[in-house]
């Protein structure tokens, strides 16, 4: 969306959290550790990304399974949650600049029927909240307060400005 050209890597990094960590660091936290984790030449700028879900100050990773997802769908069905992500951008293995962004995502009430449906979708999986705005999940979404490419799991604003800063430029 941002007229960048770039290539997907998924490092495989331990994503649990730490005892007492913010949701916020915890998302900075992850997402540095992604961008270093890569295994970049030297000169390439790396963006690494993590997204964290928050309801009731209850941190919400990804759905184990089916079931799992169920059940997180359910939880925040009828109310609103806050969605954290944590970016970094790192340039010859070290990090030069990270950042967090926060929306609230408001849901419809759900039914069980209607959440079991959804996670044999297997689109919840490997999803934070257990949904994807992107995706057939946005049906659930009443609204957003704030960045909407946030909770899909990339603030364009701050990371746009990051990247030109690491001296990389959208193609277009």
């Known amino acids: 969306m941002a007229g960048f050209e770039f290539s997907v890597e998924t490092p495989g990094i331990d994503e649990k959290v730490v005892a007492g960590e913010d949701p916020d660091r915890m998302a900075v936290r992850l997402a540095g550790e992604k961008a270093l984790a890569v295994d970049a030449d030297e000169g390439t700028v790396v963006l690494g990304a993590d997204t964290t879900v928050v309801l009731d100050g209850e941190i919400l990773g990804k759905p184990e399974n089916e079931a799992a997802a169920a059940d997180m769908l359910l939880l925040i069905a009828g109310r609103t949650h806050l969605v954290i992500t944590g970016w970094a951008i790192a340039l010859s293995g070290a990090i030069v600049e990270d950042g967090f962004d926060t929306a609230l995502v408001s849901m419809h ?47 364009l604003r701050p990371i746009v400005a990051g990247l030109s800063r690491a001296g990389v430029d959208p193609t277009r």
């Open 109 to 155: 009430p759900v039914t069980r029927d209607e959440a079991d449906e959804y996670a044999r979708s297997g689109e919840p999986l490997d999803k934070a909240g257990g949904y994807a705005l992107q995706g057939e999940g946005a049906r659930f979404v009443s609204g957003v307060a704030g960045s909407r490419s946030n909770v899909i799991g990339l603030p």
